[in-house]
């Protein structure tokens, strides 16, 4: 199998290969903790957990590592404008460490009720100050710094192909950022601040060669996927929101500092929209994962809400969607059950040989195409109901034996080690017999044809809490809710 990865490098797929062998190291921008992380912020992480997958999947012995920006994350473009968490700190009463500690927690908590695999590095910029002070030492001695009374700036002009990344000239960026408040002391108005000085409020703050400060925000990224995966790694990854400016800074630092390629792929995820929307504190649509689980909604609802749609491509969350997502999951769920269940048929070998032949040329093999086509869930999606319709129709007919049932649950185990939304392990529940009578009624009534005493019974069990489904074998119980 070839993998395939849309590479914003070079605006378009291209083949993947690991650069050393069977080893691949995968760097993903991470939260920033001075608030709740909302919907549109875990479309990126559930997107990178399905490569996490993929990569393993294909043998790859991988090192994912995630920072946790708890530092140095401004509040927008402007020169003096505040730092995120500071911000956050003043508002809530509390230190930058404390919020930094809750909301951290806060997110780890959201990506474990989203099945989403824990990094292997999950770094905190606080507890990389002296590799960010390194890398801009490096910086200066080669010539891409220069320092004013506020900080230590880096020198767009000095590296040759800024804004090449993110396909913006020099000069255009000169009319965007000179409407922000910047530092008089900045020579062209992209140069972007690596540490910052004159903030003696800030809460937290280093000695450093060029005096008492704090990072930038985009050295951090710089200097800890550097410890961790060397001058050059495998993939970058992020949102769209995270291309300029930030990795267009992260690539003008660190490439300036070694001289080497920085990340051979760059992977972005695509925004997500509410109702049409961007989502907005003012619009009051920027949903935390607890939002959706006051309507009754699970993390896995939403994961496999976002699985439906290409990563690359715009989506639009509503309650509706998400709601058709819990259903569509439960169909899936009730039929791992129905397989569990199957008493099966004794047929011949040959035909049980055609039929499961025929399922893995015509499905099985398309899934594992689409997968390693720049992660092409919702075609995977597409290709597992085309299974399930299949295996349905099998059993309706009794032409799938057990041992048929247990392969197509075999394999559905082993697809969800990357999708990772289906159950098996269904919790039982014992149906009262008194529950059981009334619905053995009411399958006689149903066969008998008195549809009048089949209804009443089916009210009955209803206020009993229970719903009853009519099967090719007979009937079936369901407590409701």
Not at 18 to 38: F, I, M
Not at 186 to 215: C, E, I, V
Not at 323 to 333: C, D, L, Q, Y
Request: glycine share 6%; net charge neutral.
């Amino acid at each position: 199998m070839v993998l395939r990865f849309y590479n914003t490098r070079i605006r378009s797929k291209g083949e993947f290969e690991a650069l050393h062998g069977s080893k691949v190291g995968l760097y993903a921008c991470g939260p920033t903790v001075y608030h709740y992380a909302h919907i549109g912020n875990y479309r990126a992480y559930v997107t990178w957990d399905v490569l996490h997958r993929l990569l393993e999947r294909r043998k790859f012995k991988l090192t994912h590592v995630m920072n946790i920006t708890d530092v140095g994350h401004l509040q927008s473009d402007a020169d003096d404008t505040e730092d995120k968490m500071e911000r956050a700190a003043r508002e809530e009463k509390k230190s930058p460490q404390q919020i930094a500690e809750f909301y951290t927690h806060a997110f780890m908590q959201d990506m474990e009720k989203l099945h989403v695999i824990r990094p292997a590095i999950i770094c905190k910029a606080t507890d990389h100050i002296p590799e960010m002070i390194k890398l801009i030492q490096k910086l200066e001695k080669k010539g891409f710094t220069y320092s004013t009374g506020d900080g230590v700036y880096f020198n767009v002009e000095k590296f040759k192909s800024y804004g090449k990344f993110a396909g913006i000239a020099l000069d255009q960026l000169k009319g965007v950022r000179e409407e922000v408040n910047r530092d008089p002391g900045k020579k062209h108005p992209a140069d972007f601040r690596l540490w910052q000085l004159n903030q003696p409020s800030h809460a937290l703050q280093w000695d450093s060669p060029w005096g008492r400060g704090y990072p930038g925000w985009h050295i951090e990224c710089s200097a800890m996927a550097m410890k961790y995966l060397g001058d050059r790694f495998d993939i970058h990854t992020g949102g769209m929101d995270n291309l300029f400016p930030h990795h267009q800074n992260e690539i003008a630092q660190s490439e300036g500092a070694t001289g080497k390629p920085f990340a051979n792929f760059w992977m972005h995820v695509t925004f997500m929209l509410v109702n049409g929307q961007k989502m907005s504190k003012s619009l009051r649509n920027t949903y935390t994962i607890a939002d959706l689980e006051k309507k009754g909604f699970e993390g896995l609802d939403f994961r496999y809400l976002l699985l439906t749609a290409h990563y690359k491509s715009e989506m639009n969350f509503t309650w509706d969607s998400l709601e058709a997502a819990r259903k569509t999951r439960k169909g899936w769920n009730d039929f791992i059950q129905r397989l569990q269940k199957y008493k099966g048929k004794k047929t011949s070998e040959a035909a049980t040989n055609f039929m499961m032949n025929d399922l893995q040329k015509d499905h099985f093999e398309r899934i594992e195409g689409f997968l390693d086509d720049d992660l092409n869930t919702p075609m995977v999606l597409a290709q597992l109901f085309e299974i399930q319709k299949a295996v349905n129709g099998y059993m309706d007919r009794e032409e799938f034996s057990k041992s048929d049932t247990r392969k197509i649950l075999e394999y559905l185990k082993d697809i969800n080690e990357v999708l990772d939304v289906f159950e098996f392990d269904q919790p039982i529940h014992s149906i009262p017999a008194h529950v059981v009578k009334l619905g053995q009624e009411r399958d006689a009534a149903r066969k008998a044809k008195d549809w009048k005493k089949a209804d009443s019974l089916r009210g009955a069990l209803t206020k009993e809490g229970y719903s009853i489904v009519d099967t090719k074998d007979g009937f079936e119980i369901i407590p409701l809710g």
